[in-house]
């Protein structure tokens, strides 16, 4: 396990263009539960409501989404970043992360210190709703408080079309320009990190394999086994907190020791 960590921080030290791939496993660590575990939010729900179709389609199917989508953002607002998010952050302010993709819609992220132009969302966004019609956005929060309010599928202040978190639902169009330039970054990468993600949701699931085909090396961080497991150069089968937080102390004992030694 220590030898995984040496080296890890040791590849991450020398790599020059660093990939980081996250999934639920590192939101759960943060409290937020699984919404497609059994017993999570969706088992409660008509999986039928969930689809974009149907959500463009009809009323009840709007209000039965804000419904779930109200207990689902309940669940994450005030979630706080783990010690994976922060150790994700601090390799940026070290230089040592090009970007961060992520499937995940908790913005964790951001309240961890990324900037922006480094956070690929895939899936979206629960922070935000947007208009499906005009495409004005909404902080989520403001909206949240019409739902308090009694609105049970509330509409754009613009042009009255429907409005829906900013995250991608069954049947909805992955983003473009985010899905492109995950997959040109991972090609790119020579520095392919996954943690917590089983990697079995399609097509993130991709991008592991095209950084190695395109010869990255490949570090598997999660608590169980991936549907990459064979690809990889290193798995630690471990929570991601506490391992990221030991990788990020070892970068940064390299790192003192490099500059000391350039002096
Ligand atoms: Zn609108």
Redesign the pocket.
């Known amino acids: 396990m220590n030898d995984h960590i040496e080296k890890i921080a040791e590849w991450i030290v020398r790599s020059r263009s660093i990939v980081v791939f996250v999934g639920a496993g590192l939101s759960t660590e943060s409290g937020i539960p699984d919404f497609r575990s059994p017993g999570g939010v969706w088992d409660k729900y008509d999986p039928e409501d969930f689809y974009f179709h149907n959500f463009m389609a009809s009323e009840t199917s709007r209000e039965k989404y804000w419904q779930m989508a109200t207990e689902m953002y309940e669940s994450m607002k005030d979630a706080k970043p783990n010690d994976a998010h922060l150790a994700v952050a601090e390799l940026e302010r070290l230089g040592k992360l090009d970007c961060v993709i992520t499937q995940n819609i908790d913005g964790l992220h951001f309240k961890a210190g990324n900037s922006p132009d480094r956070v690929l969302e895939l899936h979206g966004t629960a922070m935000h709703v947007t208009?499906?019609?005009?495409?004005?956005r909404y902080p989520r929060d403001a909206i949240q408080l019409r739902i308090a309010g009694g609105d049970k599928a509330p509409r754009?202040?613009?042009?009255?079309?429907p409005?829906k978190p900013a995250t991608i639902s069954f049947g909805q169009a992955m983003p473009e320009r985010e899905t492109a330039e995950a997959y040109a970054r991972s090609t790119a990468s020579d520095l392919f990190i996954v943690i917590g993600s089983s990697l079995v949701v399609h097509p993130a699931a991709q991008m592991p394999v095209v950084a190695k085909r395109a010869g990255a090396r490949l570090v598997i961080i999660n608590r169980d086994e991936t549907a990459c497991d064979e690809l990889a150069d290193i798995i630690v089968n471990g929570q991601a907190g506490p391992v990221m937080a030991a990788v990020l102390e070892e970068v940064k004992r390299c790192l003192d020791t490099r500059g000391q030694s350039k002096g």
Do not use: A, E, N, P
């Open positions: 208009c499906l019609s005009c495409g004005r754009c202040d613009s042009c009255k079309g409005l």
